[in-house]
T-cell receptor, first 114, second 111 residues
Framework: DARVTQTPRHKVTEMGQEVTMRCQPI?????VFWYRQTMMQGLELLAY????????DSGMPKDRFSAEMPDATLATLKIQPSEPRDSAVYFC????????????FGPGTRLTVT | AQSVTQLGSHVSVSEGALVLLRCNYS??????LFWYVQYPNQGLQLLLK??????LVKGINGFEAEFKKSETSFHLTKPSAHMSDAAEYFC?????????FGKGTRLHILP
């Protein structure tokens, strides 16, 4: 049963610390998406990649967030320095370009910045 | 740009009653449409998708949705609600590689 995996599932950190979230997309999927979900804003697209190349990161605060795909099996989202307003659930999703374009979501990383 | 509008941020139905969650899309061409469900403390899970093969689409857990071009709607239904259906439901439309999600509708099931 192919699934998107995310680590860690939960992260509590102090303001100013660096946070790194990791995602392993479904094997063979060539698009990867990072979303942030909060009660106030709902689900927001932060960035996405096709064939490991970043295509759109307009949803990310550029000064503190960065997203990379070191290889086809790993995507990372970093926040440095973290702030309390970054507290949210961060989801990774993967899919295949072309066709309907459905995405498969990981279980999320719940981040709390104190 | 594509968009979807979900009517009602919260919907309550009694167990055993019909579930109807409304979604309207804005698109000048037949789009690809989706319904996703999110159970508490989980990621989004694909319920069903419309790809123009058939206007009535059947999904998992007894849900189905009907694509109506004349009404630009893609409402989600289930004949008989179960307590386990309590979750948040998202309608979505594809745009290039991306999916544009609606704001979500939280479904409450009353015993």
């Amino acid at each position: 049963d192919a699934r998107v995996t995310q680590t860690p599932r939960h992260k509590v950190t102090e303001m100013g610390q660096e946070v790194t979230m990791r995602c392993q997309p479904i094997l063979g999927h060539n698009t990867v998406f990072w979303y942030r979900q909060t009660m106030m804003q709902g689900l927001e697209l932060l960035a996405y990649f096709r064939n490991r190349a970043p295509l759109d990161d307009s949803g990310m605060p550029k000064d503190r967030f960065s997203a990379e795909m070191p290889d086809a099996t790993l995507a990372t989202l970093k926040i440095q320095p973290s702030e309390p307003r970054d507290s949210a659930v961060y989801f990774c999703a993967s899919g295949l370009d072309g066709g309907p374009g459905e995405q498969y979501f990981g279980p999320g990383t719940r981040l709390t910045v104190t | 740009a594509q968009s979807v509008t979900q009517l009602g941020s919260h919907v309550s139905v009694s167990e055993g009653a019909l579930v109807l969650l409304r979604c309207n899309y804005s698109s000048s061409v037949p789009p690809y449409l989706f319904w996703y469900v999110q159970y508490p403390n989980q990621g989004l899970q694909l319920l069903l998708k419309y790809t123009s093969a058939a206007t009535l689409v059947k999904g998992i857990n007894g849900f189905e949705a009907e694509f109506k071009k004349s009404e630009t709607s893609f409402h989600l239904t289930k004949p008989s609600a179960h307590m386990s259906d309590a979750a948040e439901y998202f309608c979505a439309v594809s745009e290039d590689d991306k999916i544009i999600f609606g704001k979500g509708t939280r479904l409450h099931i009353l015993p």
